[in-house]
């Protein structure tokens, strides 16, 4: 009691937002994991030498500049699907993307990456249609989805997932390097 004759009391204190975000993306991932989809049996093989790639990101920001700039010189023909990878609009970008890919070009591996970011600048990367669209795809997928603790679950449903752009180019560039 104070003297202004009133009290408080909470039974729950989250940040806003992000209690709710967190408890969604358990449960999507747990319904996921139950379906089998981030099961290692269905995990498909980067293969070696890969030639033709596909690449999804913004082509605003550093990060394209950093999968270019460490990309071996190899040879690669990189088919490339500007996307928005942040906010509402880029879930509808990244399935256009992936759908593009999946539907028009004959490809050796899709490479999906942008910067690090909190739970909620990477919620487009857990939204259940574009999980379900990278599971489908019939080529490898790699992820490099900058995460600190919770990984996004297009980089767990990915065949190879990785945090950096970077660490993507040294995959891609694996087998040419031996």
């Not at 900058?146 to 980089?155: E, M, N, R």
Request: contains cysteine; proline residues 3%.
């Amino acid at each position: 009691h104070s003297k202004y004759g009133f009290k408080f009391i909470a039974s729950v204190i989250e940040l806003a937002g992000e209690g709710t975000l967190k408890k969604e993306y358990e449960r999507l991932k747990k319904q996921l994991e139950k379906e089998g989809l981030f099961a290692v049996e269905r995990k498909k093989f980067i293969p070696d030498f890969p030639r033709k790639i596909g690449l999804i990101t913004s082509e605003s920001g550093a990060v394209i500049h950093d999968f270019l700039n460490n990309l071996g010189k190899y040879g690669y023909n990189i088919k490339f699907m500007n996307s928005r990878v942040e906010g509402q609009a880029a879930v509808q970008d990244l399935i256009f993307a992936v759908d593009y890919f999946r539907k028009k070009e004959n490809i050796d591996v899709l490479v999906i990456i942008r910067g690090g970011g909190s739970l909620e600048s990477l919620q487009a990367f857990n939204n259940e249609a574009l999980v379900r669209r990278i599971s489908d795809c019939n080529f490898p997928v790699i992820c490099g989805i900058g995460h600190d603790k919770d990984v996004p679950l297009a980089s767990l449903v990915a065949d190879k997932a990785v945090s950096t752009p970077t660490a993507v180019t040294n995959i891609l560039d694996e087998s040419w390097d031996k």
